[in-house]
């Protein structure tokens, strides 16, 4: 149990930030071993070089904290047998704190030879061109997820490679409550109310609600802009201008309509039942679904491996089921200081670092919460049938974005209070639209930005 309640507040930390760029990143250390795959990328790659050409060379990392070891370590070690590149890292704090030691040591000068930080909004921030090293021109590049590509590129040059595996914001359920009343997975919002419906009338619990940790409410909104993306292209872009809102736009309002329509479906603790709770409920099929974000399968596997394949996840429904898709959390990522005194061996290492023989080093350690951003890798035969059947699927068929904090930095800090409100009732659709607006339009002045 002590572990659940590290992983809880992890998660709570996590979802408080600005961003969740540990999103992937866990301590977990699977009693099966893992049995790789390989797919269609290289085994090994080295620029061409041999084996051993950098033979002796040391290399520095600075990571944050909160990522794990696990998997880094046996990528490292791997590193050091098959190119001689031994790395050495550095911890620094997470959050607030370690976002200004980042910015500190880039602009000293102090930077290390290889940086883990954020995908997305904050990479772009603190200008990268000034700093890292341009890979666009890298074979290895074309292995890139093209979802993630766009998370690490910047004015059309790209950056980074992922540190770890991803995960979503989606609806992890039974598969024992679903087949045993013949329901299929939802692909629109009035066949997941449908099923809601469904298993009420059946005498069970049709969503679980940790309301107790308020983070937990903000799933189905912070979920759902994979379908507002999919109405609205531009709305990242007209949002961080402040152009558009949510409650001046049809696609925006529609998450906060969700998120009051499911109040009837909750469990009847839902306000004051907590993360542990739901998984608890759900691994115990207490409940039928639960909004939340796939690190919670780490979560039920340590607690209950043997119900783990038990828990599908599918996307949190749009209003067209020709165009269902998953949002998605990046990971962090690993970016190469251009002013390394080895760059050469800072690339042949990031090379090596998504290639599968690495890959499957990581998997062999930290089973997976979602899908690597690898074009072709196969995760191994033990990932969670939930990432390696169900979240694989949208990777596959390029049904994926990402959650909106990757494309502006503008995240209204009482995000969590507003969905809780709305989600039980306390505030309409419409008020909660107009709440967040306002709560963003605070941060967007503090970052410069004109709102009105």
């Known amino acids: 149990m002590k572990l659940k309640k590290l992983m809880a507040a992890f998660l709570v930390v996590a979802m408080g930030a ?100 954020n995908s997305g909004s904050l990479l772009a921030a603190i200008h990268p061109a000034d700093y890292f090293i341009d890979i666009s021109g890298e074979d290895f590049i074309s292995r890139l997820d093209d979802t993630y590509k766009k998370t690490v590129t910047v004015d059309g040059i790209t950056y980074g490679i992922p540190f770890s595996s991803s995960q979503a914001g989606a609806i992890l359920y039974n598969k024992t409550i679903y087949q045993e009343l013949g329901l ?9 109310i449908a099923n809601c419906e469904a298993i009420k009338g059946a005498g069970k619990t049709a969503l679980i609600g940790t309301f107790g940790d308020s983070w937990t409410s903000q799933l189905i909104f912070l979920g759902d802009n994979y379908n507002i993306l999919a109405q609205d292209p531009s709305f990242a872009t007209n949002f961080e201008a402040g152009t558009i809102k949510y409650a001046t736009s049809p696609a925006g309002l529609r ?95 990031m090379e090596f670092y998504v290639s599968d023989e690495a890959l499957n080093a990581y998997a062999g350690a930290v089973l997976p919460d979602g899908p690597y951003c690898i074009k072709g890798y196969q995760l191994p035969e033990n990932s969670y049938k939930a990432v390696k059947e169900d979240m694989q699927a949208y990777f596959d068929a390029g049904k994926t974005n990402v959650a909106l904090e990757f494309l502006t930095p503008v995240k209204g800090a009482n995000c969590p209070s507003i969905c809780q409100a709305v989600g039980s009732g306390q505030m309409t659709a419409e008020e909660g639209a107009k709440a967040y607006d306002e709560d963003c339009r605070v941060q967007a002045l503090q970052l410069g930005l004109n709102w009105k």
């Open 184 to 192: 299929s997975v939802p692909k629109t919002w009035d066949e997941l």
């Open 18 to 117: 600005s961003t969740l760029m540990g999103c992937g990143l866990k301590n977990n250390d699977p009693n099966t071993e893992t049995t790789g795959s390989t797919g269609q990328g290289t085994e090994t790659t080295s620029g061409g070089t041999d084996a051993k050409a950098f033979d002796g060379v040391t290399l520095t990392m600075l990571k944050d904290a909160d990522s794990a070891d696990t998997g880094l370590n046996a990528v490292l070690a791997l590193a050091k047998e098959k190119l001689g590149i031994t790395v050495e890292v550095e911890n620094r704090v997470g959050g607030a704190e370690g976002d200004t030691i980042v910015k500190t040591r880039l602009a000293s000068g102090d930077m290390s030879d290889l940086c883990l930080y």
């Open 255 to 349: 998450s906060f309509e969700k998120l009051a329509q499911l109040l009837p479906y909750y469990n009847g603790d839902y306000l004051a039942a907590t993360y542990d709770d739901g998984t608890d409920m759900l691994a115990n099929a207490e409940g039928a679904m639960w909004p939340m974000l796939t690190q919670a399968l780490s979560n039920i596997y340590e607690l209950y491996p043997d119900k783990i394949d038990d828990i599908g996840v599918f996307a949190i429904p749009g209003d067209d089921a020709a165009n269902s898709g998953l949002t998605v959390w990046m990971p962090g990522s690993i970016y190469g200081n251009k002013n390394a005194s080895n760059v050469e061996a800072v690339k042949a290492f």
